[in-house]
């Protein structure tokens, strides 16, 4: 089994999921019909999740393909069928660029938003509160007369860095443990993953595994290769040693892509325990390229796999479950909060 360190990979990932042909087919007609049938096609020889989404793509041709016709059919039609056909995918890294539209997949944004598992207003008043500070991309403030750090990071789009991470536990350090809120955070630069890691204990120890799609047969992908933590020699880094208290991380259906990835990681270290709902998933990266008239597309080509063999594609499974009551909510209590405040104390 192939195996690879998280930073070469972050690498790998920002420049493949980047690589998307600018060019189009010069050989391929742009007629209606052709460019139905040429992004069918690519999605059925590339996509990764057919079987983790239980999608029958031939059932999603037969649906589809008799919307489109040649002669007068108008480009925002033509449009609205494609996207129809990507949306059943229920991928949100899937979506058809054209110079009028961009397509989204309804049923992963219904479940970001409408299944949020935060109130952000109980948050800032009772939580962050007036006083908060801000350190680079995270807000935070202590909880629990001074025993507990609350930290909010709201997008992995805002970069963090080691000093920021170096500060936060110098003025916690008398804290019990932190609590690391990526609620709604819907992902961004997947190195911030590589910064927050670093101040864990890092051996060199197995994060996941990742196999990318590679031959038209739905089932064929490359070797599974093994990503593994970086080794850190905590006494020539800007930390004296790991940060092994606890360490308690809150999502729900609006951690996505990024977010998700962190949340597996997560699986290898002791002192690190997922608080909250299922997160919205989105660990395959997209690639794609052009149609014959010019849109472009893309879709997830890879697949990641977590250390306890589980596929989360769908949503990363919290250690604790934890979902918004109402009831609390009305007095200004956030209960997820709470519990992940009880566990760092006892």
């Given at each position: 089994?192939?195996?690879?360190?998280?930073?070469?990979?972050?690498?790998?990932?920002?420049?493949?999921?980047?690589?998307?042909?600018?060019?189009?087919?010069?050989?391929?007609?742009?007629?209606?019909?052709?460019?139905?049938?040429?992004?069918?096609?690519?999605?059925?020889?590339?996509?990764?999740?057919?079987?983790?989404?239980?999608?029958?793509?031939?059932?999603?041709?037969?649906?589809?393909?008799?919307k489109v016709s040649d002669g007068d059919m108008h480009l925002d039609s033509l449009f609205q069928v494609c996207a129809a056909m990507l949306n059943t995918l229920q991928d949100g890294h899937t979506n058809l660029i054209s110079k009028f539209d961009v397509s989204h997949n309804d049923s992963v944004y219904y479940r970001m938003y409408a299944e949020r598992n935060i109130n952000t207003e109980v948050v800032v008043l009772n939580y962050l509160t007036v006083n908060y500070h801000t350190t680079g991309s995270i807000a935070h403030n202590a909880i629990r007369d001074g025993k507990v750090a609350y930290l909010r990071y709201s997008s992995f789009m805002d970069d963090i860095?080691?000093?920021?991470?170096?500060?936060?536990?110098?003025?916690?350090?008398?804290?019990?443990?932190?609590?690391?809120?990526?609620?709604?955070?819907?992902?961004?630069?997947?190195?911030?993953?590589?910064?927050?890691?670093?101040?864990?204990?890092?051996?060199?120890?197995?994060?996941?595994?990742?196999?990318?799609?590679?031959?038209?047969?739905?089932?064929?992908?490359?070797?599974?290769?093994?990503?593994?933590?970086?080794?850190?020699?905590?006494?020539?880094?800007?930390?004296?040693?790991?940060?092994?208290?606890?360490?308690?991380?809150?999502?729900?259906?609006?951690?996505?892509?990024?977010?998700?990835?962190?949340?597996?990681?997560?699986?290898?270290?002791?002192?690190?325990?997922?608080?909250?709902?299922?997160?919205?998933?989105?660990?395959?990266?997209?690639?794609?390229?052009?149609?014959?008239?010019?849109?472009?597309?893309?879709?997830?080509?890879?697949?990641?796999?977590?250390?306890?063999?589980?596929?989360?594609?769908?949503?990363?499974?919290?250690?604790?479950?934890?979902?918004?009551?109402?009831?609390?909510?009305?007095?200004?209590?956030?209960?997820?909060?709470?519990?992940?405040?009880?566990?760092?104390?006892?």
């Open positions: 089994m192939k195996k690879i360190q998280f930073f070469l990979l972050c690498l790998f990932m920002l420049s493949f999921a980047s690589c998307e042909r600018a060019f189009m087919p010069t050989d391929e007609p742009s007629n209606p019909v052709n460019v139905f049938d040429y992004l069918w096609n690519k999605v059925d020889q590339q996509y990764a999740f057919f079987d983790v989404k239980g999608v029958d793509w031939d059932s999603v041709y037969e649906v589809y393909r008799p860095t080691t000093d920021n991470l170096d500060y936060l536990r110098h003025i916690y350090e008398n804290c019990d443990g932190m609590i690391l809120d990526l609620r709604q955070n819907g992902g961004g630069n997947i190195l911030n993953i590589r910064t927050l890691l670093s101040i864990f204990d890092n051996h060199g120890q197995p994060l996941y595994r990742t196999q990318i799609k590679s031959g038209p047969a739905h089932d064929a992908f490359t070797e599974l290769t093994t990503v593994y933590a970086d080794s850190i020699d905590y006494n020539d880094s800007f930390t004296d040693e790991p940060y092994t208290k606890p360490f308690a991380v809150l999502i729900d259906r609006g951690s996505y892509s990024a977010t998700s990835f962190f949340a597996i990681c997560t699986m290898a270290y002791d002192n690190i325990k997922l608080f909250g709902d299922y997160s919205g998933g989105g660990l395959g990266l997209p690639n794609g390229g052009a149609l014959p008239n010019g849109w472009t597309y893309r879709f997830s080509i890879t697949r990641t796999i977590a250390l306890d063999g589980g596929n989360y594609e769908n949503g990363v499974p919290p250690a604790e479950r934890v979902i918004l009551d109402p009831a609390c909510t009305a007095q200004g209590i956030d209960n997820v909060i709470e519990a992940a405040a009880d566990w760092i104390m006892q």
